[in-house]
């Protein structure tokens, strides 16, 4: 009964999403064109939740970074967007999912549309429109640029977020895509990555790396016996409501991988196996932040539900639900402690991109080699079953094959890019444009001018402005 229901909203929406192509030349309904438009509108939808999840990143950035940076790192994530969508158009599809070698796709360059549906084999038989396969992986490109992103608050220049950001989206995501998605090396050797623990979010998170390590610490991060400093971000509600979108809109991530809404439902028990996972992170994260610092730490309860999204993205078509509550918790408890260790190490990153998308997302591809199932591995038609499902060594070695990889080829090529910018251009703006935040220096307004125009005034003279 439920089906039905399911069924009977779907084909109602679809009749408004696709008017004409709804009815054959008799007027009537034909089931080719029926599961066509419903498998459309359902792809439509989940593109748009991952679309909309950089409104996620952008609240959770924002209130991640002091006041005087929020507008700047709020209105990246639009130009985000924008260098995603053009990138990707000029090039990026192409090397990703156009037909070429098992290293990257060789057609499909400057993309037009339907008629080039021949330069993109690994599409013809997925019953979904290549406009909007189109669209829906431009929104996986975008949130794995926001990922590399977080390793440069604070203290890198506009332009470097530019010119990297392009190169990313043209050339190191969509070689990435190609060799577990698109007819690559890695996705022939039966690589488990269903929505992206690895292509997505340990791509995106080892440039952050990459880029975190050559800007190096943001003034007053560390004292002189190298012991951190905590710099709070300005507005934890932001926090608390960016997390609540970004876990929404992994219901598209996830679940929309399907790309139908047909058959027996498949998204739904994906959709099951996400949000476990992630309720578990949020869980573990608190309790092991309350034992450990005594406090219930509300950031960290943050990053263990982000966590825990992340490790979840790769293995939610693959492990039963109770697997799928144990890698959440994991990856809870995971990126709290790594979080602070990179701290500890040297290592400033803002928003704790590496450990929230990097360290999770390597332990969502290990996970999958130990519990992926016999009969989930059979009905995605992808790897083999995992080790505590009897499969042996095979599958973990396959993942754990594909997190050396693209670890070791993002990084290099990161490290390459960014070192050159560095030489040339520089990276890192000014001491005294980071001192007075990079809404003022790079953009000319704050994102609060009031209280950044009361602050400056009441700084200079010493005594509260009135």
């Given at each position: ?34 599961e ?6 359902f ?47 000029l ?21 037009g ?19 909007l ?9 975008a ?25 990313f ?35 995106g ?44 809109g992994?219901?598209g ?68 639900a ?41 332990w ?11 009969e ?21 070695g ?49 994102g ?11 700084t ?7």
């Amino acid at each position: 009964m439920k089906k039905k229901w399911l069924y009977g909203v779907l084909i109602f929406l679809a009749s408004f999403a696709f008017p004409v192509s709804a009815f054959a030349a008799e007027g009537e309904v034909t089931a080719p064109v029926l599961e066509l438009g419903l498998n459309s509108l359902f792809v439509f939808v989940a593109a748009m939740l991952v679309f909309f999840m950089q409104a996620g990143f952008a609240l959770l950035e924002a209130g991640t970074v002091r006041m005087k940076n929020a507008g700047h790192v709020a209105g990246k994530t639009v130009l985000t967007l924008g260098i995603s969508v053009l990138a990707w158009w000029l090039i990026g599809f192409g090397f990703a999912f156009g037909d070429g070698n098992s290293f990257l796709g060789t057609t499909g360059f400057l993309f037009g549309g339907e008629g080039d549906i021949g330069s993109f084999s690994v599409f013809s038989e997925i019953g979904v429109p290549l406009n909007l396969m189109f669209l829906f992986q431009m929104a996986f490109a975008a949130v794995s640029l926001a990922i590399a992103c977080g390793g440069m608050a604070e203290r890198a220049k506009l332009s470097v977020y530019i010119i990297f950001g392009t190169i990313f989206i043209v050339l190191i995501y969509p070689i990435v895509a190609h060799w577990v998605w698109g007819g690559g090396w890695l996705g022939n050797l039966g690589m488990q990555d269903y929505a992206g623990s690895t292509v997505v979010h340990l791509t995106g998170a080892t440039a952050a790396l990459a880029a975190t390590i050559l800007l190096k610490p943001r003034l007053g991060k560390y004292n002189k016996d190298g012991k951190p400093n905590n710099i709070p971000g300005h507005n934890q509600v932001l926090t608390v409501l960016g997390v609540i979108i970004l876990w929404i809109g992994w219901f598209g991530f996830n679940p929309g991988s399907a790309l139908t809404p047909l058959g027996d439902g498949f998204f739904g028990y994906v959709l099951m196996t996400t949000n476990l996972a992630a309720a578990a992170g949020a869980v573990a994260a608190l309790l092991i932040s309350w034992a450990v610092m005594g406090k219930s730490d509300i950031p960290s309860m943050l990053n263990g539900v982000l966590a825990a999204l992340v490790a979840i993205t790769g293995s939610c078509a693959f492990v039963d639900a109770w697997a799928a509550v144990v890698i959440g918790a994991v990856a809870g408890i995971l990126t709290f402690f790594t979080a602070r260790w990179f701290e500890r190490a040297g290592l400033d990153d803002p928003i704790y991109a590496f450990s929230v998308h990097g360290i999770a997302g390597v332990w969502g591809a290990v996970s999958t080699g130990l519990f992926a199932t016999p009969e989930l591995a059979e009905t995605t038609g992808v790897g083999k079953a995992g080790l505590f499902y009897g499969g042996g060594f095979g599958q973990l070695g396959v993942q754990v094959l594909g997190v050396i990889g693209t670890f070791a080829f993002v990084l290099v090529l990161s490290f390459l890019i960014l070192g050159i910018m560095k030489w040339t251009m520089g990276l890192r703006v000014t001491e005294e444009e980071e001192t007075m935040g990079l809404d003022i220096s790079e953009h000319g307004t704050y994102g609060y001018p009031e209280q950044m125009n009361l602050l400056n005034k009441t700084t200079s003279s010493g005594i509260p402005a009135e």
